[in-house]
């Protein structure tokens, strides 16, 4: 998103698919443009992005996911060393110094590879807020919290420099973006006084730097976190890192997992019950909602007690705003 919205600033005109609604494309998932640029938020499942043939790639980080069809994080990394192989030898990769797998995938590229260093060190640093290249210091200052912002809208940026887009283009589409549905979403409720976010984050560490950058912004709120599972398969093989997610936030509940590509196996072998153990090992707060009605009954009843409540998940968790 902040990607097309740099080259949309710039006047590239670029087709655009990505995977969320955007209200700058009049709350759909795409734009079409009439120049020849195409930028596309691909996806990793099925190996479905080596249907692409990219000029440009970013990679934000390789994390063992989507291991109903992964065997393992070795065949995970498989699909993006294929990936990798694609770009031809006048294209760019770009990835963050802060993420091993990445560093490893790209070692025998035939493209430059970019790296965005945290680290202070190298061609490109991102340090305090300024992307600093050889020649160019750029403002990275998104209007949405959370440290993996600054890393997104630093990647964004690096791509409006290779497009030749004017600094201050892609400074002020940095600088308005505020965000897309289901990612950090203010949610309007007949609640009073209590704030509501509904988040799209269903991966661990997902869960774990989107409920940082909320804490980051509302040091001393109270906030209740209902996060929603995606497949009983992810929580059971990710459960140790979910157990470890939610450090910061107040109370947690967990209303039910939502099932998708699940097999019967799968569903004996996890269970909400599990996951709060798991949650209360860490954070000693967590609950299970016993199901979507339940838990809003619960806020209902006891939104009072939080200044913020953060609903968060991939499957049909945002429902619970109609029983609000």
């Known amino acids: 998103a902040m990607t097309a919205l740099v080259a949309i600033e710039a006047k ?39 249907n692409f043939h990219p000029e440009i790639l970013i990679i934000t980080n390789i994390e063992a996911d989507h291991l109903d069809y992964y065997k393992d994080l070795k065949d995970y990394k498989k699909a993006f060393y294929e990936i990798v192989e694609k770009i031809p030898k006048d294209g760019k990769i770009i990835i963050n110094s802060d993420d091993k797998n990445s560093l490893e995938i790209v070692k025998n590229a035939k493209a430059e590879v970019i790296i965005l260093n945290l680290d202070k060190t190298g061609n490109f640093q991102l340090k305090n807020q300024v992307l600093i290249t050889p020649d160019k210091k750029i403002k990275i200052q998104p209007s949405i919290p959370g440290k993996f912002n600054l890393k997104n809208a630093a990647n964004a940026a690096m791509v409006g420099l290779i497009l030749n887009a004017p600094i201050r283009a892609i400074e002020n589409a940095i600088k308005k973006y505020k965000g897309s549905w289901r990612r ?29 950058a909320i804490r980051e912004k509302n040091p001393n709120a109270k906030i209740l976190c209902v996060f929603q599972p995606h497949q009983y398969s992810r929580t059971r093989l990710l459960l140790k890192d979910f157990g470890k997610a939610f450090n910061s936030v107040d109370e947690i509940m967990i209303p039910n997992i939502y099932k998708s590509r699940d097999s019967e196996e799968d569903i004996q072998n996890m269970s909400v019950d599990k996951l709060v153990d798991e949650i209360n090992l860490h954070n000693p707060n967590a609950k299970n909602g016993k199901s979507l009605e339940q838990t809003a009954n619960y806020i209902k009843k006891n939104h009072k007690k939080f200044d ?16 609000l």
């Open 12 to 50: 590239l005109d670029p087709t655009v698919v990505i995977g969320t609604k955007l209200k700058e494309f009049k709350n759909r998932n795409y734009r079409v443009g009439k120049s020849k640029y195409l930028i596309i938020e691909a996806c990793e499942y099925k190996r479905s992005f080596l």
């Open 184 to 212: 950090l979403e203010y949610k309007k409720t007949k609640l009073p006084k209590t704030k509501f976010i509904d988040d799209y984050g269903h991966h661990p560490t997902e869960v774990k730097l989107t409920l940082e």
């Open 308 to 323: 913020l409540i953060v609903t968060m998940g991939a499957g049909d968790i945002s429902r619970i705003y109609k029983l």
